[in-house]
């Protein structure tokens, strides 16, 4: 029985050995996509902290405002949606005139459940500002956009990269607009993390705890000094109207350089978001 039991483990002995080379690179690459992803995580920080050092050290003039938000994603098909959002923002002191107003609209590609491919027009509006102080400033911002969700039991996460064409109006005077547009990209990513505050997790009528960091970077031919446009830092809480909306509220700082380049604004700012989305394959509403 003994020589027979070593006749038949020697196989299984052999098999494993001759995967256990693939077993190793498996666990690296395992170990090198864990790395990767802690430092994705805490590029947000850094670029915030780097921000909050610089501003110690340049032109800094803060100021506090209210911005608004309604967001809507609603798919049609597996692979088609339309993406739709709107913005108001007021200038100063929280409540004293508007800064921007921007409709935002765009045609989705659904790669899967979770990632998503987005292109679509923006149009804004600058209201009147020191260097238009009696006119507003229009922009046409085409954009495109890969995002991507990560869902764990305890925690949700969103990315995206966005790039934007910028053309914003020239402006003569505080009075009137000349022809022509300035023109520059802009990159942008996005990573927001949601931590459950209740037992029942991100069920409705529950409140979850926001982490949300946004950087811009600029560039083009016309950018000179401000590669760096602004980071956007957001602290606030969730609630979950149902199973497929939120409200979210809390506190953003806005950390931008402006085009002087040793001139920067500090925003703190209210933030109320409304996120909306649709799944019309099963009749959602």
């Not at 670029?47 to 994603?73: D, E, M, P, R």
């Not at 020239?170 to 459950?196: C, T, W």
Request: glycine share 4%.
């Amino acid at each position: 029985m003994k020589p027979t039991t070593l006749l038949l483990s020697s196989p299984v002995v052999s098999l494993t050995s001759s995967f256990s080379p693939l077993l190793s690179i498996n666990t690296r690459i395992c170990q090198v996509s864990k790395y990767f992803t802690r430092q994705l995580i805490l590029l947000p920080a850094i670029f915030f902290i780097a921000a909050s050092v610089t501003a110690q050290t340049k032109q800094t003039q803060s100021v506090q405002q209210v911005w608004l938000g309604y967001f809507n994603q609603t798919r049609f098909s597996n692979k088609w949606g339309l993406w739709a959002d709107l913005h108001l923002r007021t200038k100063e002191d929280f409540l004293t005139n508007f800064s921007q107003a921007i409709i935002r609209l765009g045609l989705t590609y659904y790669l899967t459940d979770d990632a998503k491919l987005t292109a679509g027009y923006a149009y804004v509006n600058h209201f009147p500002a020191d260097n238009h102080k009696n006119i507003s400033q229009p922009e046409h911002r085409p954009w495109q956009q890969l995002q991507w969700h990560t869902r764990y039991p305890k925690l949700r996460l969103m990315q995206w990269f966005r790039l934007e064409e910028r053309f914003r109006r020239k402006i003569v005077s505080n009075d009137e607009l000349a022809s022509g547009y300035n023109f520059n990209f802009r990159f942008r990513y996005n990573f927001f993390s949601q931590f459950p505050l209740s037992k029942k997790r991100f069920q409705p009528h529950t409140l979850s705890f926001v982490v949300n960091d946004e950087v811009h970077i600029n560039f083009g031919k016309q950018i000179v000094n401000n590669y760096f446009d602004q980071n956007r830092f957001f602290l606030g809480f969730a609630y979950h109207v149902n199973s497929h909306d939120n409200l979210q509220f809390g506190y953003m700082n806005v950390f931008q350089q402006l085009a002087a380049g040793n001139q920067y604004r500090s925003i703190h700012a209210g933030r109320i978001f409304y996120f909306h989305n649709l799944d019309l394959r099963n009749g959602q509403k």
